[in-house]
């Protein structure tokens, strides 16, 4: 039986603080995380909410990496922080609100880098992966589907499960899940990561805090290590039925 090894990416929503990125990336390598998230730059939708820590975020980051080794993964929004930051950066995340933004994508094509591209929260299957196209055709953009917008506001949003099939069905391009984004909350992160295993995502992004009581954002959808490591043991044995 051939073995596909889910990606796993997990950390906080955002950069909180030098000492809550390392501590976090200390204790997610241990459970065998393959690498840290965590937000610098931060496209809030209320400009009262916090913002992000900024360059200082990048540079506590990059801390946590030459600690633990843990390679990162953070979002960029202006053509002047892929210009600062890209070659810094091992996996660059643009996020939801930034899928149409085609001059950035334009400056991301330059670098080659691996871009992690998330799903527009309206966006259709075909405008996600003409998104894709203005950065590469090849395998250094990964797709990441985050939950889309629907009529029903219980959730944050809802998780389109079939975003899997369909670009592994359409297209070359990886596809990874954020069932953080998705659902808001924390109860139904290891139903959606394990059903997005089976459906034969590529990669999973986890928002994951040691305290999520006091994360300074998302903390409703936060969960803790223990449960990150819950659902990592569980999608060892899934990834068995996959191949
Ligand atoms: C995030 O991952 O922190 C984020 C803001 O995600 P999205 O762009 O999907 O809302
Ligand atoms: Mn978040």
């Given amino acids: ?21 390392i501590r976090i990336a200390k204790k997610l390598k241990k459970i065998g995380v393959d690498y840290l998230r965590g937000g610098a730059f931060k496209p809030r939708t ?13 540079k506590y980051l990059l801390k946590a990496k030459e600690i633990t080794g843990l390679p990162i993964v953070t979002e960029l929004m202006t053509i002047e922080q892929v ?15 930034n899928m149409y933004n085609y001059e950035l994508f334009k400056e991301l094509k330059k670098y080659s880098k691996p871009v ?32 889309i917008r629907s009529f029903d506001s219980s959730t944050r ?23 953080s984004h998705s659902a808001g909350n924390n109860y139904m992160i290891e139903p959606m990561s394990l059903a997005s295993v089976v459906a034969g995502c590529d990669g999973l992004i986890i928002e994951t805090h040691d305290n999520p009581e006091e994360s300074i954002c998302d903390k409703e959808q936060a ?21």
Avoid at 116 to 130: M, P, Q, S, V
Avoid at 160 to 179: E, L, R, S, V
Avoid at 224 to 243: F, Q, S, V, Y
């Fill in 116 to 147: 992690l591209l998330k799903r527009g929260f309206c966006a259709t299957y075909n405008e996600w992966i003409n998104a894709a196209k203005y950065i590469s055709d090849g395998n250094n953009v990964i797709l990441c589907e985050r939950g």
């Fill in 223 to 243: 969960i803790d290590i223990d449960a990150l490591k819950g659902i990592i043991d569980k999608i060892r044995k899934c990834e068995m039925i996959n191949n």
């Fill in 46 to 58: 209320k400009p009262s909410s916090f913002q992000g820590l900024g360059e200082k975020g990048i």
């Fill in 1 to 21: 039986m051939k073995m596909k090894k889910i990606t796993i990416i997990a950390g906080p929503c955002a950069v909180e603080s030098e000492e809550q990125i």
């Fill in 157 to 179: 949003n809802v998780l389109d499960i079939q975003a899997i099939p369909f670009i592994k069905k359409n297209t070359d391009y990886k596809i990874f899940i954020d069932p």
């Fill in 83 to 97: 210009k600062k930051y890209a070659d810094k950066i091992d996996i660059i995340q643009i996020g939801s609100r």
